[in-house]
C-alpha cells in the first residue's frame, strides 16, 4: 500500500476584513517570564486595521532585540503614524499602496519643527520601518493594497556621505577627564561617608533637639527601603514627612549617601569611554565580571567587554589592559563603581544584575513603567545626563574665570559618546606619525579601511598635508641630484646647535634630519619621551628620575633662549608634568624625596 506524501507546507490564514485588534499593548517578556518592555499601539496613530497587524509584527520582530532598538523601532511607527494622520489618504490598510511610501519618503525629507532631518536620518526612520511593513505584509497578503512594496534602497548613498568632522585635542579629553575625576571624588567621598554611617548598629544621635541631623536620616532612609533612596515622591509612602528633612541636604543630595546618583555614573562613563577608547554602546552594556588578570604582569588589570557586531561569526572579545597602580586608571574606577552600585542590585531585574552601569530609576510610572526600580542605564538617559555635565562643568568654570580673571580657565568643549573613539584613534595616529596601525590596535580592529574613517580633524590632515610635501621635497632633491652639502642651513642660533636629550642621545641636526620636514623638529626628539607607546612603572625609582627631570627643566628654562626652550624642550617637560607625574600617588612622593639626592646627574641642557 502505497503511503501518502505528507504536505508540510505552511499556509497563512486569510486575514479577516475588519482584522480587531488582540492586544492592547505591544508587550515584551524577558527569560524569567517577567514584563520588561510595553508600547501602547494606540499610540502608533494608524488606523484600526494597520495599527493591530504593525502591532502584531512588532512584537514577533522584536522579541529578541534590545531594549534601545525596540524603543527607536516604536518612535519610528509613530512617525508613520504621524504621517499617515497628515497625509489624510489612507483611512484603511486597503489605501497603503506603493505611492504612500513614495509620499513617506518625500515627507521624511521635508524640514519638521523648524529643523531638516539629515539624509542618514532619513534612511534610519524608513529602515526602521521597512521590515515591519515588509513582514506585515507577508502575514496578511489580503489585508493591504496588492501593489504594495517597499523599496530596499530608496535613499541611495545615506551611509557613504561621510563630511570632515572635527575631533578633540588630547589637551582637551584631559581637561574633560579632569573634570570627570573631581566629580568621581566627590562622589566617591560622599558614598564612603554614607557607608560609615549605614554600618552604625544603633540609630546616630540628634545634633540639636531642633533637627534629626543628615546622619540620622541616611540611617533611617536606608533600612526602610532597603538601601534605595526612595526620591522625593517615595517619603509620604515610607512615613516621613518632607520638610522634616535638612534644609541643608533635600532627598537628592541623600541619594549619594547611599548609592550611586545619575550624574555620577555619568562621570565614571565618560572617564571610561575615552580610557578604553571603547564604541558608546557596548560600553554602556559592559559586564560586573569585567576585570581580568593579565597573566604577565601582576600590576596589569585587564578590563573585557563585547561588541555584539565585531568578528562576524566568530566574536572578538574587546580588550584593553591598565596599570592598576594608577589611581584613576579604569580598573581602579571600575572598582569604586562595583562598590557604589552594589546596593542597587537588589532592586535590579534578574536579567540586569550582571550589568556595570546601573542606577535608581527617576521614573518608574507612566510609559516608563517598571516593576523594578533599578536597573541599566538607558542610552537617553545617559545623553541627557551628559548634556547636564557639560552645563554644570562650564558654568563652575564660568564662575571660576569670573572670579580669577588672572587665572582664566578654558570651557569644556561641546562633545557625544561617539567622539572619544574617533578622537583617541586620531591622537594615536598623529601620537605615532602617522602609523594608523597603531590606531587600529587601539580600536581593536579587523580592517584597517575601518580604522581610516576614525582617523581625521585638521592635526591629522596637517600631519599628512606635511608628510605629503616632505616625501615630495626628497623626491625633487633625488631627481636633481641634491646633495647634504647643497641644503640651506638655518641661521639661527637657536635651532642650528644641538639639543640635549634628557632619556636619549644628543640630537646634532634636531631641525635637518631624513624623518624631519625642513624647518620642523624632528618627531624623534626626546628620546623615549616621544614614544606614544610608553609605559613607566610606578615605583619611588622612577617618580624620582621624573621630579628630578621636571626640576633640572625648569630650571633651564631660566638661562635658554624662551624660543629654543619653547620648541625643543617644552614638549618633554610637558610630557612629565602633565601626563607622568599625575599617574603617581602622593603618598609615594616622600620615598621619591629621598632618593633624588644619590641619583646621578642629569646632562647640562644647551
Request: with cysteine.
Amino acid at each position: 500500500m502505497a503511503r501518502t506524501r505528507l504536505d508540510r507546507t505552511l499556509r497563512l490564514e486569510t486575514a479577516p476584513a475588519d482584522h480587531p485588534p488582540d492586544v492592547a499593548k505591544v508587550q515584551f517578556r524577558d527569560e524569567w517570564g517577567k514584563i520588561v518592555q510595553q508600547f501602547d499601539r494606540a499610540l502608533f496613530g494608524m488606523p484600526d486595521d494597520i495599527s493591530a497587524a504593525m502591532a502584531r509584527v512588532f512584537r514577533d520582530h522584536d522579541v529578541a532585540s534590545s531594549a534601545a532598538t525596540r524603543a527607536a523601532r516604536w518612535f519610528a511607527l509613530r512617525v508613520f503614524g504621524r504621517f499617515l494622520r497628515e497625509d489624510g489618504r489612507v483611512g484603511c490598510a486597503a489605501d497603503l499602496d506603493t505611492a504612500t511610501i513614495r509620499r513617506f519618503i518625500t515627507w521624511l525629507a521635508k524640514p519638521a519643527n523648524g529643523r531638516k532631518r539629515g539624509v542618514k536620518s532619513q534612511s534610519h526612520q524608513l529602515g526602521m520601518v521597512r521590515p515591519v511593513l515588509k513582514r506585515a505584509i507577508a502575514n496578511n497578503p489580503c489585508l493591504f493594497a496588492p501593489d504594495l512594496t517597499v523599496p530596499n534602497n530608496a535613499i541611495p548613498l545615506a551611509g557613504t556621505q561621510r563630511l570632515p568632522q572635527e575631533r578633540l585635542t588630547p589637551l582637551q579629553m584631559r581637561s574633560v577627564l579632569a573634570a570627570c575625576y573631581a566629580e568621581i571624588d566627590v562622589a566617591w567621598d560622599k558614598f564612603q561617608y554614607g557607608q560609615g554611617v549605614i554600618a552604625l548598629t544603633e540609630l546616630p544621635p540628634r545634633p540639636s533637639w531642633r533637627t534629626e541631623g543628615l546622619d540620622r536620616w541616611i540611617w533611617r532612609l536606608h533600612r526602610a527601603n532597603n538601601g534605595l533612596s526612595p526620591g522625593g515622591n517615595g517619603l509620604r509612602r515610607l512615613g516621613f514627612r518632607k520638610k522634616a528633612l535638612p534644609k541643608a541636604h533635600p532627598i537628592a543630595s541623600i541619594e549619594g549617601y547611599l548609592h550611586i546618583t545619575t550624574d555620577a555614573l555619568t562621570a565614571f562613563y565618560i572617564a571610561l569611554l575615552i580610557q578604553t577608547a571603547a564604541n558608546a554602546g557596548p560600553l554602556r552594556q559592559i559586564k560586573r565580571d569585567c576585570l581580568i588578570a593579565h597573566p604577565l604582569d601582576r600590576h596589569r588589570v585587564m578590563v573585557e567587554w563585547s561588541k555584539p557586531r565585531a568578528g562576524g561569526k566568530v566574536k572578538r572579545m574587546q580588550r584593553r589592559s591598565f596599570d592598576n597602580r594608577r589611581p584613576y586608571s579604569a580598573p581602579r574606577l571600575i572598582e569604586k563603581l562595583l562598590a557604589m552600585t552594589a546596593p542597587l542590585l537588589p532592586h535590579v531585574g534578574p536579567s540586569e544584575r550582571d550589568q556595570l552601569f546601573l542606577h535608581r530609576f527617576l521614573m518608574t510610572t507612566g510609559r516608563n513603567e517598571r516593576e523594578h526600580n533599578a536597573g541599566q542605564i538607558a542610552q537617553a538617559t545617559l545623553r541627557w545626563a551628559m548634556l547636564r555635565f557639560y552645563e554644570r562643568q562650564n558654568a563652575a568654570i564660568a564662575s571660576w574665570n569670573e572670579a580669577h580673571p588672572d587665572e582664566r580657565r578654558p570651557l569644556l568643549p561641546d562633545f557625544s559618546p561617539k567622539l572619544f573613539r574617533s578622537s583617541m584613534a586620531s591622537a594615536h595616529y598623529t601620537a605615532s606619525q602617522g602609523d594608523i596601525m597603531a590606531a587600529k590596535a587601539v580600536l581593536n580592529h579587523a580592517d584597517v579601511a575601518t580604522t581610516d574613517i576614525y582617523v581625521d580633524g585638521e592635526a591629522v590632515r596637517r600631519l599628512e598635508r606635511d608628510t605629503i610635501a616632505r616625501l615630495q621635497s626628497l623626491m625633487i632633491k633625488w631627481v636633481h641630484g641634491e646633495t647634504s652639502s647643497d641644503r640651506p642651513q638655518d641661521g639661527g642660533s637657536y635651532t642650528a646647535a644641538p639639543v640635549t636629550a634628557l632619556f636619549g642621545h644628543t640630537c646634532l641636526r634636531p631641525t635637518d634630519d631624513a624623518s624631519a620636514r625642513p624647518g620642523q623638529v624632528c618627531p624623534k626628539l626626546g628620546g623615549c619621551l616621544a614614544c606614544p607607546g610608553l609605559v613607566v612603572p610606578i615605583n619611588p625609582d622612577h617618580l624620582a628620575r621624573i621630579v628630578q627631570a621636571i626640576r633640572h627643566l625648569e630650571l633651564a628654562r631660566e638661562r635658554i633662549d624662551p624660543i629654543r626652550f619653547g620648541r625643543f624642550y617644552a614638549p618633554s617637560l610637558r610630557a612629565l608634568a602633565e601626563d607622568l607625574l599625575p599617574a603617581f600617588p602622593p603618598e609615594m612622593m616622600p620615598d621619591a624625596e629621598r632618593l633624588i639626592p644619590v641619583l646621578p646627574p642629569l646632562p647640562d641642557m644647551e
